[in-house]
Nanobody, 123 residues
Framework: QVQLVESGGGLVQAGDSLRVSCAVS????????MGWFRQAPGKEREFIAA????????FYGDSVKDRFTISRDSAKNAVYLQMNSLKPEDTAVYYC????????????????WGQGTQVTVSS
């Protein structure tokens, strides 16, 4: 089992920056990648970013590329999502997830999920 706990969400204004964190614990030895997804009311869960656990290779969704950055701190067993130039359409619940397989952009390929953290961007 892998436990994931997100934190750092909140209310910000358009153009602001925010960093959300994911604390990772449990049996992480067979984790292939860590990912961030978001879900707004009435919309499907959207892939935001992912990082492979061993090599650190990164992947980004088209809607956040060049604005968001995924990173990790192996010593702290934490994964971060730095969000810059935030827009009202970035408003959503942001989820951290652990993937034991490939295809990092597909939510169904992830085995463990956190409870989510709300990010609200006002115009």
């Amino acid at each position: 089992q892998v436990q994931l706990v997100e934190s750092g969400g909140g209310l910000v204004q358009a153009g602001d920056s925010l960093r959300v964190s994911c604390a990772v614990s449990g049996r992480t030895f067979n984790t292939y990648a860590m990912g961030w997804f978001r879900q707004a009311p009435g919309k499907e869960r959207e892939f935001i970013a992912a990082m492979t656990w061993s090599s650190g290779r990164t992947f980004y969704g088209d809607s956040v590329k060049d604005r968001f950055t995924i990173s990790r701190d192996s010593a702290k067993n934490a994964v971060y999502l730095q969000m810059n130039s935030l827009k009202p359409e970035d408003t959503a619940v942001y989820y951290c997830a652990a993937n034991r397989r490939s295809q990092v952009r597909i939510p169904n390929m992830y085995d463990y999920w956190g409870q989510g953290t709300q990010v609200t961007v006002s115009s």
